[in-house]
């Protein structure tokens, strides 16, 4: 059991490294492309550094989806709380006037809450899966409508080859690295859990999500200035919308899942719609979050935590 307990930690710093490995490749590209960089953080980058949930939903849907399910939950919860809350407290406010219209605001919190809704009676189908699939990309399909820069073209003749190729390698290799390691960690989990009788929505909520948000939480430490800034918030926000859709293609794959652990999965979804309400009122009242209401974000977070450990003990 000990082995197993190594082999996941060191699969996970081959995860985490991988997925840092595509992400730094990934900005490169588009910031040769000249994209947006609030959607190359909202859509792009979020895409990459999700790539953890991604391939660990992929190797869990045979045999213990549970495991995705309480990582995406959990995930979507840290980002909420814990990395913004951690951006607020080290730029002193995050501003979300010059990222989120209201309406763009209002709509991730709904595709969340479809999340939410869905998974309320523990049992997540393939209808309910698809739906959830549809309304990410619709909501996308709106923010790209915005967040492309007008009037900017892009000269491929101009274009560093050599740099793209590079690039594409650190890419390839990383997405090689990620599917690797990501195997290794959902073998190794189903052991441990098995062994010490613990759910897989308790390790992937509490233990995995924390691991999988490393990319999101090296992006926070360090971004530098406001261009960083805008591109790190994108990340963050894209990133709790894209677990959406993780989701649903879990659904799809594992053709529905049913969680058992109906306790801590009602403690995670109770703490994701707090920071949700919270979300949104710092959003749209004041339409930023400054150093206090960061550190209540985290306060919520760590509020989460305590209560599940209580309950497992």
């Not at 998974?119 to 997540?124: A, S």
């Not at 189908?125 to 399909?141: D, Q, S, W």
Request: aromatic share 10%; proline share 1%.
């Amino acid at each position: 059991m000990l082995i197993n307990i190594i082999l996941a930690l060191v699969s996970l710093g081959v995860l985490v490294y991988s997925a840092k490995l595509v992400e730094v490749a990934f900005v490169h590209l588009g910031r040769v492309f000249r994209i947006n960089e609030f959607f190359l953080g909202f859509v792009v980058l979020a895409v990459v550094t999700s790539l953890p949930e991604i391939s660990i939903a992929i190797f869990s849907s045979d045999h213990h989806p549970e495991i995705s399910v309480g990582n995406l939950i959990g995930a979507t919860t840290v980002i909420l709380t814990l990395i913004i809350g951690l951006s607020a407290v080290k730029y002193g406010r995050v501003p979300f006037d010059k990222q989120f219209s209201a309406k763009e605001a209002l709509g991730g919190v709904f595709i969340i809450l479809l999340a939410v809704t869905a998974l309320i009676d523990r049992n997540l189908a393939i209808f309910e899966g698809i739906i959830l699939l549809t309304g990410y990309f619709t909501y996308v399909a709106i923010i790209n409508r915005k967040m492309w820069t007008q009037g900017r073209q892009v000269f491929f003749l101009t274009l560093d080859n050599t740099s793209i190729y590079r690039n594409m390698f650190w890419v390839l290799l990383g997405i090689f690295l990620l599917l690797f390691s990501s195997s290794q960690i959902v073998s190794n989990l189903e052991i441990i859990v098995e062994g010490f009788g613990i759910s897989g929505t308790f390790v992937g909520m509490i233990l995995l999500s924390l691991g999988t948000n490393l990319p999101e939480l090296t992006i926070l430490m360090t971004a530098n200035g406001n261009d960083e800034q805008n591109l790190a918030l994108g990340n963050f926000f894209g990133s709790a919308c894209i677990n959406v859709a993780i989701l649903g293609t879990l659904a799809v794959m594992a053709n529905g899942v049913l969680v058992t652990d109906a306790v801590t999965l009602l403690i995670g979804i109770f703490f994701l719609v707090f920071a949700l309400i919270l979300f949104v009122f710092f959003s749209l009242s004041e339409r930023s979050l400054d150093k206090k209401e960061g550190i209540l974000l985290v306060a919520v977070y760590v509020a989460m935590v305590i209560s599940q450990i209580i309950v497992l003990l």
